[in-house]
T-cell receptor, first 112, second 114 residues
Framework: GESVGLHLPTLSVQEGDNSIINCAYS??????FIWYKQESGKGPQFIID?????DKRQGQRVTVLLNKTVKHLSLQIAATQPGDSAVYFC???????????FGAGTTVTVRA | DGGITQSPKYLFRKEGQNVTLSCEQN?????MYWYRQDPGQGLRLIYY???????QKGDIAEGYSVSREKKESFPLTVTSAQKNPTAFYLC?????????????FGPGTRLTVT
């Protein structure tokens, strides 16, 4: 079946460096994408979203890029901080559906 | 403060017992969801409800039941028919009929069945 997945299960990054987390999706009908951050023992927290009519969206220290041609989504975190250590999930859906499909997640560890 | 609350944070039960997990939201959201998360895995949808008195099965509904009698509340019952109930359970809600479909999550309930 169609699913959303991440390229790498873990990512180790030096504090202060930029992080890039990748996500591949297979449902070409998906038109809304979200990135969530989940800290240990807590519920996922919204980071940023993007619709399929955009290819880039920026937030505070984060940028999401969408490449519909290759069905690829990425999250860039600028100047990674220790508080960015968490599991990051991408999720996708169509605007006519209420269900989100989640990938397996990438665990980001920030080295001091 | 507006948000989603789940209680309790930790729950322990003996095998063969049914257990109900609480989820309450004061965000005035129409849609509510229950997910299950196992170690090292993503979220899997158990049930969702778009409106009061209506709900649909998600991808892994077997062994679970829900009710949606009030807009604010969406309790999940883990029945004895659920083969492997030990997991982290997350409740979420979202605005219905709006442009954004962001789901807001509660803090989760960790259920351990022995």
């Amino acid at each position: 079946g169609e699913s959303v997945g991440l390229h790498l299960p873990t990512l180790s990054v030096q504090e202060g460096d930029n992080s890039i987390i990748n996500c591949a999706y297979s449902n070409s009908a998906s038109d809304y994408f979200i990135w969530y951050k989940q800290e240990s023992g807590k519920g996922p927290q919204f980071i940023i979203d993007i619709r399929s009519n955009m290819d880039k969206r920026q937030g505070q220290r984060v940028t999401v890029l969408l490449n519909k041609t290759v069905k690829h989504l990425s999250l860039q975190i600028a100047a990674t901080q220790p508080g960015d250590s968490a599991v990051y999930f991408c999720a996708e859906t169509t605007l006519n559906d209420y269900k989100l499909s989640f990938g397996a997640g990438t665990t980001v560890t920030v080295r001091a | 403060d507006g948000g989603i609350t789940q209680s309790p944070k930790y729950l322990f039960r003996k095998e063969g017992q049914n257990v109900t997990l609480s989820c309450e939201q004061n965000l005035n959201h129409d849609a509510m969801y229950w997910y299950r998360q196992d170690p090292g895995q993503g979220l899997r949808l158990i049930y969702y409800s778009q409106i009061v008195n209506d709900f649909q099965k998600g991808d892994i509904a077997e062994g679970y039941s829900v009710s949606r009698e009030k807009k604010e509340s969406f309790p999940l019952t883990v029945t004895s028919a659920q083969k492997n109930p030990t997991a982290f359970y997350l409740c979420a809600s979202s605005i219905r009929g709006q442009g954004s479909y962001e789901q807001y999550f509660g803090p989760g309930t960790r259920l351990t069945v022995t």
